[in-house]
């Protein structure tokens, strides 16, 4: 069974920086995509970011060049830089693995980020 748990969230002043980390467990980490999407209270959640099994990157227009992707496939995790934090980043923070045997959520972490 695929398990993600999320961690790093917190309270940051606007232009700080916090990193996010997603640890997975029970899939074939390697071979798998992971996103992290972003979600507000009575809103849609949002896609955030993105990491291929191939390490490569794709990211929202809304974070391109404050935020960044990475994996570490030894230690099943991936990390997420954010940078020139705005306080409209503040949502709760979800990491997405996606494997041949579907996707799977995290249970989210709160970033609140205070202008």
């Known amino acids: 069974q695929v398990q993600l748990a999320e961690s790093g969230g917190g309270l940051v002043q606007a232009g700080g920086s916090l990193r996010l980390s997603c640890a997975a467990s029970?899939?074939?980490?390697?071979?798998?995509?992971i996103g992290w999407y972003r979600q507000a209270p009575d809103k849609q959640r949002e896609f955030v970011a993105l990491?291929?099994?191939?390490?490569?990157?794709n990211y929202a227009d809304s974070v391109k060049g404050r935020f960044t992707m990475s994996r570490d496939n030894a230690k099943n995790t991936v990390t997420l830089e954010m940078n020139s934090l705005k306080p409209e980043d503040t949502d709760v923070y979800y990491c997405k693995l996606r494997d041949m045997g579907g996707d799977y959520w995290g249970q989210g972490t709160q970033v609140t980020v205070s202008s």
């Open positions: 029970g899939s074939m980490f390697r071979y798998s995509y």
């Open positions: 990491i291929t099994s191939s390490c490569n990157t």
